[in-house]
């Protein structure tokens, strides 16, 4: 596997438990968060600038889908491995 796939790997893993800590520490609320990853996803989806093909506009996404993921997992105390994510990830689009 590419060592950047690894790199990016952990960092959206790394991400996802700095959201979930964000929100233990009630510097947003688990909804506030939520607001955000989806204005993230808006903003991406409605960016027609740069001509983005379907497959580059889900590589775009994906991050964003993992955090949003995690932060429902968080909620329910579940702990999810980034397999996990990918697979719920791939059933959502």
Do not use: W
Not at 50 to 64: G, Q, T
Not at 77 to 83: D, N, V, Y
């Amino acid at each position: 596997m590419n060592t950047a796939n690894l790199q990016l790997k952990g960092l959206i893993m790394a991400m996802a438990a700095i959201c979930d800590a964000i929100v233990e520490k009630e510097l947003l609320t688990s909804g506030e968060l939520n607001a955000a990853l989806s204005k993230a996803t808006k903003a991406v989806e409605e960016d027609d600038d740069h001509e983005l093909s379907d497959a580059n506009r889900a590589a775009i996404l994906f991050p964003i889908r993992v955090l949003q993921l995690a932060e429902e997992a968080g909620r329910k105390g579940e702990r999810l491995t980034f397999s996990d994510y990918a697979k719920l990830v791939a059933k959502l689009t």
